[in-house]
DNA sequence: AGCGACCCGTAACGTACGGTACGGTTCGCG
DNA sequence: CGCGAACCGTACCGTACGTTACGGGTCGCT
């Protein structure tokens, strides 16, 4: 049985944390030869510990897939003034920081391992990805959308499709042509240009025509 | 070495062909358990025989991706009267095919399989299954994009750019969604209301004001 | 110092699976 | 009929890996 790092678990401890970073290095080194005897080899720890901490094996990827999560997990977009200008940035801020995340080399082995993972029976790491990841992303914005709805900035009825409008735009085919192993370099200045195209189609399909209709 | 259904092989033999189906539908069950017994027992052939005609596991995974793709492979879009009606309608077409395509369980499989297999090194896999997926689509709808830009339906620069925006307007978050794990049910339906949807989106983009601006 | 908790390194076990070998059967052909 | 090619079913081999067990070492506490 597990005792740390459970599915609903506390922050596990520093020298957890350095053992689920060796488990991310090797899933971006070599994604295959992720065992457990790598794993203790490389965080210099010894196989029974891995197993007194983390239960078994989908438990350590469970465990690292949060640690990544929690890495990442995000800095706030606070409510600034909100005119059009504001609005941009921070879409612009989204779609390129979604960019960025789903074309790292960590993502792209996490949502490898994770989808393997789904094509055997029951297990949580697609849902625990797709909570962080997509599922995530969506419940940031979709508040950021509603206040330009209401601000009269954009025009839509259903906030969920028109974030999956969003999420199309700016991802593409990106992750897909990654997760196939895709030779596809995406360059700070590239990420910066889509960004950018995908929020002018996004404004041109969402973007209110007039401000405020009903002010 | 491989005898038949090579890489660049000719057509699988009808016998080859039961096992390969057999393949597809252990792949489709449960997607882990795809040995090379299963495989033997579900296609009544003996393991010699599948190494004799496709060389090794990955030789076998390489013509089933090939067989699938044979079999999609694909109902021509003879270029009609093209006014903006029949655009629509081609359009429409491809929308929905594609979102059917990745809906289906055999996709499914097929891409975690891919994917899966693109985590380690050295594959084509995941290669065979780009070629066949997003760039075959690509490469026959962007024939259809040039024409509707010649015929002053549409208006865009690239029509790689073009397709990509396409891309993600049909497929959204549905992909990533499947493969990994998230129920998402597709109904006939609700793909043509999809269909719709994107092709509104992608036409108020790159719609033409004004049909044949310099006629 | 003595004790217990914790942990490292390594060995060991069981199993699953890719790949190979072999006997037996069927079938086409001279 | 006689023969060889193709193929099925099964047994077999080697290895990789998840999991468990054990010996020894370090640290904190009394």
Redesign the interface.
Known sequence: MTTTSDSTGEAPTPRQQAVLDAVLGLMVE???QLTMDAVARRASCSKETLYKWFGDRDGLLAATVQWQASKVRARRYDRQHLDVAALRDSLRGFAAAWLTTISSPTSI?L??????H????G?NL??L??ANG?FAIGERLKPVLEEGREAGLLDFDDAETAF??F???????V???L????RLPLPPAEIAQDAERAID?FL??HGAAKPKPQA
Chains 1, 2 share one sequence.
């Not at 999420?167 to 593409?172: P, S």
């Not at 997760?179 to 895709?182: C, F, Q, V």
Request: without cysteine; aromatic residues 2%.
């Open positions: 070599s994604g295959d082995a949502n490898r391992l994770a989808i393997a789904a094509a055997s029976s297990s697609g849902r990805v797709l997509r999956r409008t999420f199309g735009l700016v991802g593409r085919d992750q897909i042509r997760l196939l192993g895709d189609q041109a399909l």
